[in-house]
């Protein structure tokens, strides 16, 4: 049974970066996209990126590119999120998602398995 | 960027009925659609991919259609359990979602 745990809540002043981890089990680590999707509170859910640990570098989404960071360590099958330059509306619930390569292999086709969320909170 | 809309935003609706749901997206995503389900404070959860594939588990009562810019996710009898916020993703390119269609007690 795979399951996706990622680390506990994080209170950060602005300016400041944060980052999240994600330990995978019960499942082929490093052949799928492993995602970050972030929801603020009472809004929709938004990709930041993802990536395939045999494959090589992460893929971003635009809205993100230079301020987010994904990596991966296959010896632990953990992925990472780096976030900086935090600002309030970063605020929100980020879940890391497995995902099966789709049309590209930089692209998930859909995500099957999901972590638990990390609340992020950006306040000074 | 693919942008997904969905319709209605709300829906009130009661054990039983027969519930249709409405995502569009604002280019040809051929069958790249997904839809999943999210209750509160809880991670989505997948239940139909390929715009009409049920993910293995996933009651019979849950279903999808369409192709190219228009799909449905349709729940044919609403269970209790199904009350929650149905959100579709189109994977044709960069993932995006829909705005999430909520649907909650009559």
């Known amino acids: 049974q795979v399951q996706l745990v990622q680390s506990g809540a994080e209170v950060k002043k602005p300016g400041s970066s944060v980052k999240v981890s994600c330990k995978a089990s019960g499942g082929t680590f490093s052949s799928y996209i492993s995602s970050w999707v972030r929801q603020a509170p009472g809004q929709g859910l938004e990709w930041m990126g993802g990536?395939?640990?045999?494959?090589?570098?992460?893929n971003y989404a635009q809205k993100f590119q230079g301020r987010v960071t994904i990596t991966a360590d296959e010896s632990t099958s953990t992925v990472y999120l780096e976030l900086s330059s935090l600002r309030s509306e970063d605020t929100a619930v980020y879940f890391c998602?497995?995902?099966?390569?789709?049309?590209?292999?930089?692209?998930?086709?859909?995500?099957?398995?999901w972590g638990q969320g990390t609340l992020v909170t950006v306040s000074s | 960027d693919i942008q997904m809309t969905q319709s209605p935003s709300s829906l009130p609706a009661s054990v039983g009925d027969r519930v249709t749901i409405t995502c569009r997206a604002s280019?040809?995503?051929?069958?790249?659609l997904n839809w999943y389900q999210q209750k509160p404070g809880k991670a989505p959860k997948l239940l139909i991919y390929?715009?009409?594939s049920l993910l293995s588990g996933v009651p019979s009562r849950f279903s999808g259609s369409g192709s190219g810019t228009d799909f449905t996710l349709t729940i044919s009898s609403l269970h209790p359990e199904d009350f929650a916020t149905y959100y579709c993703q189109q994977s044709y390119t960069t993932p995006s979602f829909g705005p999430g269609t909520k649907v909650d007690i009559k």
């Open positions: 390929a715009a009409s």
């Open positions: 998602a497995r995902g099966i390569a789709g049309r590209t292999s930089a692209i998930p086709y859909y995500f099957d398995y």
């Open positions: 990536i395939t640990p045999i494959l090589g570098p992460a």
């Open positions: 280019q040809s995503i051929n069958d790249y």
